[in-house]
């Protein structure tokens, strides 16, 4: 299903809140461009770049996929696509990827949690499309707008491998 122009405008948004977020920091980043071109032509569908490459100083770089997602009864939704094919990903780049979920009603908290914490999950159907749910409760909040996102990848790295 393509994106509507409005879908499309709320991502930017949120991508560039995110970049903001980058920014204040100082963390190094690179922003993943997102047009089909960008891919192999053997990988068309079968991969999905995440939206930034972020170095964690001593560490690597590590993935990070931005969402404006409202919640669902207490859960982000994922399409079972966009997790697979961001597995692809981690396969291929040996590098975790991230979900940064902002609710819209939610500000200003943002909500963290790793693509692999998906698996094994069971697809769901919501409005005719497989979804995989990722309770909220186990994600990493954290308000956005006063602290800083190297403390909260941390925090929640350790939080997803109890």
């Known amino acids: 299903m393509p994106i509507t122009p409005a879908d499309r405008a709320r991502g930017q948004r949120i991508e560039s809140l995110f970049q ?3 920014n ?15 891919v192999p032509a053997n ?11 972020v ?16 919640l669902h009864k207490g859960d982000v939704l994922v399409d079972l696509d966009v ?5 692809t990903f981690e396969t291929c780049f040996h590098m975790t990827v991230w979900f940064v979920v902002f609710p819209p009603r939610h500000a200003p908290y943002a909500y963290l949690f790793r693509n692999r914490d998906l698996a094994g999950s069971q697809p769901v159907t919501i409005k005719g499309k497989a979804c995989l749910r990722y309770a909220v409760d186990d994600a990493v909040a954290v308000n956005h707008r006063d602290s ?15």
């Not at 204040?24 to 960008?38: A, E, K």
């Open 20 to 22: 903001g977020w980058l």
């Open 55 to 70: 170095g964690i100083p001593n560490i690597g770089l590590i993935a990070f996929d931005v969402k404006a997602k409202a």
């Open 24 to 38: 204040r920091d100082g963390l190094p980043y690179f922003y993943l461009d997102q047009s089909m071109f960008t």
């Open 148 to 162: 800083e996102l190297l403390p909260a990848i941390m925090r929640a790295n350790v939080v997803s491998h109890k």
């Open 83 to 87: 997790h697979r094919r961001l597995a």
């Open 43 to 53: 990988m068309r569908g079968l991969i999905k770049r995440p939206d930034f490459a």
